[in-house]
């Protein structure tokens, strides 16, 4: 397919991805599934894929992302961010939509980053690789920093207004998620929070600061302390915050308002003002964290410090506990230590099945 160079569409693929090793081998298909993004594209060529780790829904003028792992709350692994990209692309490009929510099922919006043991294989690491010097570790690290800014940016780019619906937990990562959604409508009872801050890195991708400023961020960041809807709203990282029972409707509500505007209308508006934010360097300074996360990653007691087998050479003790007596037992231990602000929503991604190795 041709087309001028100047076009900004690109087509989307979701396909198995085959390896053949020579002509006289059966050909291997992985059981990974990638996303391919290849320009340009046309709407009618666009294809949309079967959802597993999300639901997308079309009503009207109003789209929306649904996180549907409840019973885990709702953990953020590499393949659901990718089918929350793929969703928001797909929803960028159907002409009927004009306001995207994300929300999710169950008793919060997300737990954060899915911390449960990934066995080999599985679709956790099914990511492509970062450029690290060390390849064991590279998966770990960079190129999981790296996709998730990238998807996070393409919830900033997108040119629909996209707004987070936000109940229970928003912690660690999927306050990211959120954060960089345009709008976020919070419930008063909800838990937002950076516990990952105690213990491994430096919290997030830091765009805290340019929603609350330096001296909130700083406050946030160094304790770790969670925020309730309220407390969120006050410190200009919430757009609105409702008592729990009107969270949907407050919600459905504000999309309907937004979609009243002609959508080339909201989609230079929402461009202009990120274009402000783009002079002042707010998309250089979401790439810079990734390298800082990169490096308190490896720092002497960090995430992925290099460990024997009897523990002791590096490595946090929060991840010696984590293996030996379950992931619960480790968030348990951590929040003990710093006043359990947190253990009523099992820390940052603990779903119940993460308590066994």
């Avoid at 076009?7 to 992985?30: I, S, Y």
């Amino acid at each position: 397919m041709t087309s001028s160079p100047g076009r900004a569409d690109v087509r989307l693929v979701w396909k198995e991805t085959n390896f053949m090793a020579n002509d006289n081998e059966e050909k291997k298909t992985t059981p990974h599934r990638m996303v391919k993004w290849s320009p340009p594209y046309r709407r009618e060529n666009v294809e949309e894929p079967e959802f597993d780790l999300i639901e997308i829904e079309r009503d009207g003028p109003i789209g929306r992302i649904i996180l549907n792992s409840p019973e885990k709350r709702n953990p953020l692994g590499y393949e659901r961010l990718l089918q929350i990209e793929m969703a928001a692309k797909l929803l960028e490009l159907d002409q009927e939509i004009r306001v995207i929510i994300i929300k999710g099922q169950g008793p919060c919006f997300s737990g954060g980053y899915d911390m449960t043991p990934v066995k080999k294989g599985e679709r956790q690491r099914n990511m492509p690789p970062g450029g690290y010097i060390d390849p064991a570790r590279d998966r770990l690290w960079q190129s999981y920093d790296l996709e998730h800014a990238r998807v996070y940016m393409t919830l900033f780019d997108l040119q629909k207004p996209v707004i987070a619906q936000i109940h229970g937990a928003c912690l660690a990562g999927a306050t990211e998620l959120a954060g960089f959604c345009d709008l976020r409508v919070v419930a008063d009872d909800a838990k937002i929070g950076w516990p990952v801050g105690r213990n491994w890195s430096p919290g997030n991708l830091q765009y805290i600061p340019w929603l609350v400023g330096m001296t909130r961020a700083k406050y946030y960041m160094f304790t770790c302390e969670p925020m309730n809807g309220i407390e969120a709203f006050e410190a200009h990282w919430a757009s609105e915050h409702v008592a729990a029972e009107q969270l949907e409707e407050r919600t459905e509500e504000l999309a309907q308002q937004i979609a009243l505007t002609p959508t080339d209308l909201i989609m230079m508006t929402k461009r202009s003002i990120n274009r402000q934010f783009e002079i002042m360097g707010f998309r250089t300074g979401i790439s810079a964290s990734v390298d800082l996360l990169a490096v308190a990653s490896f720092r002497e007691q960090g995430l992925y410090a290099k460990r024997s087998d009897q523990g002791g050479d590096g490595g946090d003790e929060f991840m010696e506990r984590s293996h030996r007596d379950g992931l619960k037992s480790a968030m348990k231990w951590r929040e003990e230590t710093f006043g359990n602000r947190y253990r009523d929503t099992d820390g940052d991604s603990a779903p119940p099945s993460a308590e066994e190795d």
